[in-house]
């Protein structure tokens, strides 16, 4: 349930006018490039509400295309969002999965029919194993990749069927195999090469400058391990589902208040 107080100031209009001071005090300041969304707690606010766990995913789900159009507004032009991990995969009941992959396929043609994604000029890639998802998927996948390829103004990455580790692996054996075929050797690996061997390697500002995780956990899960080294990290005591915009605007804000050291 949402809490009475909340209630109380969105009748009252306050958190309009919070956000709309909120939004001009953001804008003064540096705008990160590329904002990562690790998307927790549609399952436990399905379970607050008394809705199974699927309906979680699709709240969830239809909170996406109203979080990009806050970023892209606010100036950022890449977005990666945490959808689907090779833990979920393995762990979740059949039953969900099935759900998800149903949602998916919804919200896949959605995307394929979007004017916005046009007018926009928005790059999509989806970054993990696709081989993992169902056949369906895997056609609507890189049909989207094909038709935006082209674009260059914003950028979203959807991470489905993903996990960090698996990545590194991934990368180091595309790697030794070409070491062994002849085509790299040794000396040529240095953090540049293996940077461009992961799923990240052919889009522009692979390294997310902040991250944002939702549900209160504190934690990465197991995303984006190598990029994500010097990122800043926010973790929101909200449920995805209920992710506004003003959280989005005091996250960037506390990005703006951290002074960024790369290690140094």
Not at 177 to 200: A, M, P, Q, W
Not at 236 to 262: C, G, H, M
Request: hydrophobic share 40%; charged share 35%; net charge positive.
């Amino acid at each position: 349930m949402i809490p009475m107080w909340r209630r109380v100031a969105e009748i009252l209009g306050v958190y309009k006018v919070y956000e709309w001071l909120l939004d001009r005090e953001v804008r003064k300041g540096s705008i990160p490039k590329h904002v990562a969304f690790i998307l927790d707690g549609n399952r436990r606010w399905a379970k607050r509400h008394g809705f199974p766990p699927w309906l979680g995913h699709r709240f969830g789900a239809d909170r996406v295309e109203d979080v990009l159009d806050w970023c892209y507004d606010l100036g950022i032009n890449t977005v990666t969002l945490y959808v689907l991990s090779t833990e979920n995969l393995k762990n979740r009941p059949k039953e969900e999965l099935e759900h998800i992959f149903d949602l998916l396929d919804q919200k896949l043609d959605e995307v394929e029919s979007s004017e916005k994604i046009k007018k926009r000029e928005v790059r999509i890639k989806v970054i993990g194993d696709t081989s993992l998802l169902p056949e369906r998927l895997r056609e609507k996948i890189a049909r989207i990749e094909k038709n935006t390829i082209h674009y260059n103004k914003r950028f979203l990455n959807i991470a489905l069927a993903y996990g960090g580790r698996k990545e590194i692996v991934d990368a180091v054996k595309r790697i030794s195999s070409e070491v062994c075929s002849g085509k790299l050797s040794i000396d040529d690996i240095d953090e540049n090469l293996f940077s461009r061997y992961l799923y990240t390697g052919d889009i522009p500002y692979p390294e997310p400058d902040l991250v944002i995780r939702t549900s209160g956990e504190v934690r990465i899960s197991n995303f984006l391990l190598y990029q994500i080294a010097y990122s800043e990290l926010v973790f929101l005591d909200v449920y995805w589902p209920e992710f506004r915009k003003i959280d989005l605007l005091r996250a960037v804000r506390t990005y703006q208040s951290r002074k960024r050291r790369w290690g140094g």
